[in-house]
């Protein structure tokens, strides 16, 4: 038997489980289309085998992998408040005026047509996700409603995090801050779906520290008329690390930034795909995504923008640069344009570099040490790609930690 | 006063070309040397072989500062010993604020002395000053390392480096080409107020005119890797009188 057929075996025994146990999804999980998995290679699973994640999938924790880390990032208490990701147990006493929280089964989403926004040709992940759903958590921010503190999805607890799906809505004019924050101890297969309404803002900061244990999540956003999304997102690699990312601006005047960074050592593998489709008029977005890769990591990176027929006046820009930081790692990086629309703007570039030896001779006469002065000169290269805020300062600080800086 | 710099015989190949083709030179606390020459004669090369330079390698020969054989010794080692490079066209670190790069080195001077590194505040109020001594805005401080920063300011940039390390040998490669005669005189004065009877300062100038306000000891003519002919500040201004090709034709 293949990887797959074997996969797809043991997924029937685990969806006939979770029937009895987690009964009230059941319709949902019964309507993955396993059969849309596919058998053979995929370009967009190039550097990631989707075969490969058929093995661990279903791969039970090993014992005392449930025991969960601490996060390691932290807002001040007073700006923020944390809600399970299972959309279980919810306070809905502490949640902030204009935003609601509920879980998956309880929510008024019509779940027959949950897949219904998502891109599963190119990410067939979302049936697997869908077959083994438990439970999900589904946010709305009323319309108009500014929610001043910081949501916090800790996706942490070891259980409920494997398999998880979070909805989250922004209806016309209102505003978010999403904190995101990865810290796992056990395989996870996660859906991010966010739909912003017209003239909606949502400051995104993602967080997914290093892992030993295989991660693949899609983050699948859609922007209607001048909805602004802004993510910060990092990205430590693991064993492997896969994070797809498609934004989908259907509105016109829709704005999409993204800063990012993705880092990786010893053995880490990361593969990160930010799919961009301006399909509105008048839309705009800035990706900048600045990579390291050390060791015998591998570091891969696809960006690809599509501009659809119609989508005027579109600016439409992306920079991946990555540094190599000694010969044996390896970096993948590949920036896409489809450009079906005559009146647009686009520029992409992606550049693979070694540190410069100018620099570092520069740093070194100062009497700065070899090693002291290559964290200095990551430090400085990731420094476009930080959001300036105490979260921000966090980051950098935990990165520096992760390039042998002086936080180290 | 023992020397702070000794070269005998020294060759330098970069790049498989021989470069520096036997130099001896001497320099004494409180001395200023200046090196000068046509393009191409090896000027710089001397003053970065002796910074160490990576793809700078000495074939014969030696250097020491005080009574340290310097050949072997990384570029940070020899820093901090007191060896400092200004360079001829100092290097853009995008995203590494001044002031952290000067507060790295400064601390990692203090750590191999064994002393305390100077308390944040201290130091920020301490570089301002010495910034302002220099002209140079303190908004320049926080900005990235020379980033966007013009010819000028680089070159003074290079000199506030140099009075926050306290080094005991500064060579100044260039320093004065691209500068108006404010900013030479700026940067003159920052040299002049490092000159003491315990440091050195080694000039490599292809013109005489800094000479007129960093008065030199001694003269020293380079030409196709070796120095042709020493003397004192008069050797300057008979160059500027009578042009590279004079020594050059009485070397040959």
Redesign the interface.
């Known amino acids: 038997m293949t990887a797959r057929e074997l996969f797809l075996e043991e997924l029937a025994t685990r969806v006939q489980t979770l029937a009895v146990q987690a009964p009230a999804l059941a319709l949902l999980r019964n309507s993955a289309e396993l059969d849309e998995l596919p058998a053979g290679k995929l370009e967009s699973f190039k550097y990631t085998p989707i075969e490969s994640l058929y093995d661990t999938a279903l791969a039970d924790p090993e014992p005392g992998a449930m025991d969960v880390p601490d996060a390691p990032l932290r807002i001040a208490d007073a700006d923020h408040f944390v809600v399970p990701v299972s959309g279980i147990d919810i306070d809905t006493s502490a949640l902030p005026a204009g935003l609601s929280a509920l879980g998956l089964a309880e929510s008024t989403l019509d779940l027959k047509e949950l897949n219904a926004g998502l891109d599963v040709v190119r990410y067939p992940l979302v049936h697997v996700n869908t077959a083994l759903i438990r439970d999900g958590l589904v946010v709305r921010v009323a319309a108009g409603h500014r929610v001043t503190p910081t949501l916090q999805l800790n996706l942490t607890s070891a259980e409920t995090a494997t398999c998880s799906r979070v909805v989250i809505i922004l209806e016309p004019g209102s505003e978010l801050r999403l904190f995101e924050q990865h810290h796992q101890s056990v395989v996870a297969n996660r859906v991010l779906e966010i739909r912003l309404g017209a003239d909606s803002t949502l400051h995104h900061t993602r967080w997914q520290g290093r892992s030993d244990c295989s991660a693949w999540q899609l983050t699948s956003v859609v922007l209607e008329d001048n909805a602004c999304y802004r993510l910060d997102a990092f990205s430590l690699g693991g064993a492997p690390h896969r994070n797809d990312f498609h934004v989908r601006l259907t509105g016109n005047g829709a704005d999409f930034e993204l800063k990012g960074v993705q880092l990786t050592r010893d053995a880490d593998k990361l593969d990160q795909q930010v799919v961009v489709e301006h399909v509105g008029q008048h839309g705009r977005s800035r990706q900048r995504i600045h990579g390291i890769a050390s060791g015998k990591s591998r570091l891969s990176f696809n960006g690809r923008i599509h501009i659809h027929p119609g989508a005027q006046h579109t600016d439409a820009r992306l920079t991946n640069r990555n540094l190599q930081i000694d010969g044996s790692a390896q970096i993948n990086t590949k920036p896409e344009l489809e450009i079906y629309a005559d009146d647009v703007q686009c520029a992409h570039g992606a550049t693979v570099g070694q540190i410069d ?3 570092l ?10 090693a ?2 290559r964290a ?2 990551m ?6 790609c930080l959001p300036d805020n105490s979260l921000g300062q966090q980051i950098g600080r935990l990165l520096d930690a992760e390039l042998g800086g ?1 936080g180290a | 006063m023992s020397n702070i710099l000794t070269i005998e015989a020294l060759q330098v190949e970069v790049a498989g070309k021989l470069i520096l083709k036997g130099v001896d030179l001497q320099i004494r606390g409180g001395e200023v040397h200046a090196i000068m020459g046509p393009n191409g004669s090896g000027k710089s090369t001397l003053a970065n072989v002796i910074a160490g330079r990576p793809g700078y390698s000495v074939s014969a020969g030696s250097i020491h500062f005080k009574d340290q054989d310097l050949v072997e010794l990384d570029p940070e080692v020899r820093a901090r010993l007191g060896v400092f490079l200004a360079f001829q066209h100092p290097i853009e670190i995008p995203g590494v604020s001044n002031m952290e790069f000067l507060k790295a080195a400064v601390d990692s001077h203090c750590k191999a002395a064994g002393t305390e590194p100077p308390d944040s505040m201290e130091f920020i109020k301490h570089a301002r000053a010495v910034a302002a001594t220099l002209d140079l805005n303190p908004d320049f401080l926080k900005r990235g390392v020379n980033e966007g920063f013009s010819g000028g300011e680089k070159k003074r940039n290079e000199i506030l480096q140099m009075l926050l390390l306290e080094p005991t040998l500064a060579m100044l490669d260039e320093t004065d080409s691209g500068l108006d005669i404010d900013a030479m005189q700026t940067v003159a004065e920052g040299i002049n107020q490092f000159r003491s009877a315990d440091t050195a300062v080694l000039l490599v100038t292809h013109y005489q005119r800094l000479l007129n306000y960093v008065v030199p000891d001694f003269v020293h003519v380079l030409v196709d890797g070796r120095i042709v002919r020493s003397g004192d500040r008069s050797l300057a201004l008979e160059l500027e009188e009578r042009g590279y090709g004079w020594v050059t034709a009485t070397a040959a």
């Open positions: 030896a100018e620099q001779f520069y740093l070194r006469s100062r009497g700065i040490s070899d002291a002065a200095l000169l430090q400085g290269f990731l420094a476009d002086p």
